[in-house]
């Protein structure tokens, strides 16, 4: 099997061909055999740097040869089996002009929610759908999994118009759910858990935990799970008691969005703009141990950064500081990693479990973004949902989800009519309806600062949203 990854520059790319290898090494014969892994990265830096140590990471373990990086789009897809979408058009800067230009108005700023995962969408759509259509040419077979952000945005657009199969990841609501089973004092295994939303807007309704129900509990003691674990932390207790459910942490952007402006604004700069500085430290460091010829230290030093990107996730938007000095102190403090040592998590693992499954090696139940067909009742059947489904190798199938509270649904119901006005502004090219799509945001305060915020937008990112006329 031939495996794509379109993004294959990007900084989680090492570590993800790592999971996939050591899953092939862990596991015996029921894993899936990729024979190629295939990165496509037109950046040189990126290819020089990241693309690289893939490579020498699979020859670490005694892979050599089965990666390879590429600038050739019709090269590295002919042929692919499955494809791995984490593309960021506009880099890095892209995304602080997306969260700038929206924090400058004291609105939300943040790459897949409000005007920042608008004008993210907005930019990437069309360079997605091109991959689209060359993989229905030269890979009619292969599964496009989908991690480009804003994730299920983009799965709505590719499955009306792409016309290949496609499924959507991201590991927020597993993540939240291992959460709550640690809170609980159980297993990830051991609790069964009922969820449904969209993608970074969503709820868990039920956990049941040897046939009985703690859902109530968890928001009872909800106070006490916010004291344990930073990611509810910004929540008020008493609005999620209103809800009744526990909702993923990219609900607070809109539960408390001026809380979020305000913790930026003391932390003085946005969640990209730290990344933008720790990605261009880790590209300059790796860089540098492979100038030296030291490849035990260009992995050492990826692993050590990229650990602090994890261990500062959220911290800038709920707490107002990066929290990088003590994640920098703690992970200097530990001992350099074996490339070999893999643990599989995150959204390495879901985009595994969905290859696993539909290769019949593992079939089961994931949370993934794909079309509704009757999952959530109130939205329409072609319109892309996330929410558990069977996978196998018959495909994946949408499970009936659980009802969603009033005050939720109605949240799911207006952010999916500003999904699908984006998703065709995109297909259009209608500058006026991008603008109605934005208003339509409930994070947008109405359509003349949705027409100044897209305004802004196109002349910053320039060639990227020219084609908006």
């Known amino acids: 099997m031939k495996l794509t990854i379109l993004g294959g520059g990007g900084m989680r790319m090492p570590a993800f061909v790592r999971a996939v290898l050591s899953q092939e090494s862990a596991a015996g014969s029921a894993a899936p055999r990729f024979d190629q892994i295939c990165l496509l990265e037109p950046e040189q830096l990126r290819r020089d740097t990241i693309g690289r140590l893939a490579v020498e990471v699979a020859a670490a373990l005694g892979k050599d040869g089965l990666v ?6 019709e090269q590295a897809l002919t042929g692919a089996d499955f494809v791995f979408s984490a593309i960021r058009v506009g880099g890095d800067r892209g995304r602080v002009i997306d969260e700038q230009v929206a924090l400058r108005r004291g609105l939300v700023g943040q790459e897949t929610t409000g005007p920042g995962g608008c004008a993210m969408a907005l930019r990437t759509i069309p360079v997605v759908l091109g991959y689209c259509e ?12 989908n991690f480009t952000n804003p994730a299920g945005l983009i799965t709505q657009a590719v499955s009306r118009h ?22 609980l004092g159980v297993g990830p295994d051991a609790a069964e858990f009922a969820y449904a939303g969209l993608n970074h807007l969503g709820w868990i309704t ?28 910004a929540f008020d207790p008493a609005l999620i008691r209103r809800v009744g459910a526990v909702p993923t942490e990219y609900v607070y952007f809109y539960y408390d969005p001026q809380r979020y402006v305000r913790e930026v604004a003391a932390a003085g700069a946005s969640r990209g703009q730290d990344l933008e500085r720790l990605n261009g430290e880790l590209l300059a460091a790796v860089a540098k141990a492979f ?3 030291r490849i035990q230290d260009a992995w050492a030093v990826y692993e050590r950064l990229l650990g602090v990107r994890r261990d500062t996730y959220m ?32 959204y390495e693992a879901l985009a595994l479990r969905v290859i696993d499954g539909l290769t019949d090696a593992r079939p089961g139940r994931v949370i993934v973004n794909l079309r509704n067909d009757g999952a959530l009742p ?28 009033r005050p939720a649904r109605a ?13 065709e502004a995109a297909m259009t090219g209608d500058a006026q309806l991008a603008a109605v799509a934005l208003a339509l945001h409930p994070l947008v305060p109405g359509s003349t600062v949705a027409r100044e915020l897209l305004a802004d937008y196109r002349e910053q990112h320039g060639a990227s949203l020219a084609y908006l006329r």
């Open 68 to 73: 390879a990086v590429t600038t050739d789009a």
């Open 134 to 145: 060359l993989i229905s040419k030269v890979a009619p077979q292969a599964m496009l999994i």
């Open 206 to 233: 039920s956990v049941l935990v040897d046939g009985d129900e703690r859902i109530g509990e968890i928001i009872r003691r909800f106070a006490e799970l916010q004291a344990s674990d930073h990611r509810f932390a």
């Open 378 to 405: 109130a939205l329409d059947t072609d319109d892309v949902v996330e929410v558990q489904a069977q996978v196998s190798g018959a495909g994946l199938v949408p499970l009936p989800a659980p009802e969603l509270p």
């Open 162 to 183: 792409g016309a290949i199969r496609a499924v959507g990841v991201c590991d927020t609501p597993g993540g939240t759910a291992e959460h709550l089973a640690a809170f």
């Open 291 to 293: 100038a030296d010829g």
């Open 411 to 423: 949240l799911v119901e207006q952010v999916k009519q500003y999904e699908l006005a984006t998703v």
């Open 315 to 346: 911290r800038t938007d709920m707490h107002g500081d990066s929290g990088q000095a003590a994640a920098r102190a703690q992970r200097a403090a530990a001992p350099p990693p074996a490339i070999g040592a893999a643990q599989i998590g995150g």
